[in-house]
T-cell receptor, first 114, second 120 residues
Framework: DADVTQTPRNRITKTGKRIMLECSQT?????MYWYRQDPGLGLRLIYY???????NKGEISDGYSVSRQAQAKFSLSLESAIPNQTALYFC?????????????FGPGTRLTVL | AQKVTQAQTEISVVEKEDVTLDCVYE???????LFWYKQPPSGELVFLIR??????QNEISGRYSWNFQKSTSSFNFTITASQVVDSAVYFC?????????????????FGQGTILTVHP
């Protein structure tokens, strides 16, 4: 079974709709991240969470919100989706107990906003 | 602010050719970590290597090798005798640290990615 899972894997929605992307992990890691990938731009950080009570904005947080329901779950919400939020979204986890930051990525969610 | 630049947007080679993917980074941290990830057509991100800023030894793993040069802020990736299965998008990434002790904040800054196509 995958250590980092994302649901849904693919989603098509309409402008103005609220949508939630979910991420779960069984790695026991304390840190979780949400990135979006756009062609030619690489991955950019949306939000990150160092533990359940510690949530921080990343590089491109406008239009997004997150919820860390438990150490293993980190959800990303688009309150009112717009077409330029069409992208591939990745969740990642890491373990703060190490001196480095190898991040383990989920399989990605492909979101299309019409 | 940190920045990672992968100037090569797309590279096309024929199988068995060697290919080098360039990565140049900017950071004010004295301690940091560099990474390479592979994204095959299926879309997942595959971790390839991590290197910390104090370790400038080059590394070889099978057909893959990495050249880290702190003096030029570069962390280049070479695939020897490329194969069709190497076709993917490759990302270089940089992780900042909290302090001189080297604990990582955990946030990765990615380059734009290089699309590598290996033709049979």
């Amino acid at each position: 079974d995958a250590d980092v899972t994302q649901t849904p894997r693919n989603r098509i929605t309409k402008t103005g709709k609220r949508i939630m992307l979910e991420c779960s992990q069984t790695k026991g890691h304390d840190r979780m991240y949400w990135y979006r990938q756009d062609p030619g731009l690489g991955l950019r950080l949306i939000y990150y969470s160092f533990d359940v009570k510690d949530i921080n904005k990343g590089e491109i947080s406008d239009g997004y919100s997150v919820s860390r329901q438990a150490q293993a779950k980190f959800s990303l919400s688009l309150e009112s989706a717009i077409p330029n939020q069409t992208a591939l979204y990745f969740c990642a986890t890491s373990d703060s107990s190490g001196g480095y930051n190898e991040q383990f990525f989920g399989p990605g969610t492909r979101l299309t906003v019409l | 602010a940190q920045k990672v630049t992968q100037a090569q947007t797309e590279i096309s080679v024929v199988e068995k050719e060697d290919v080098t993917l360039d990565c140049v980074y900017e950071t004010r941290d004295t301690t940091y970590y560099l990474f390479w990830y592979k994204q095959p057509p299926s879309g997942e991100l595959v971790f390839l290597i991590r290197r910390n800023s104090f370790d400038e030894q080059n590394e070889i793993s099978g057909r893959y090798s990495w050249n880290f040069q702190k003096s030029t802020s570069s962390f280049n990736f070479t695939i020897t005798a490329s194969q069709v299965v190497d076709s993917a998008v490759y990302f270089c990434a940089l992780s900042e640290t909290t302090n001189a002790g080297g604990t990582s904040y955990g946030k990765l800054t990615f380059g734009q990615g290089t699309i590598l196509t290996v033709h049979p």
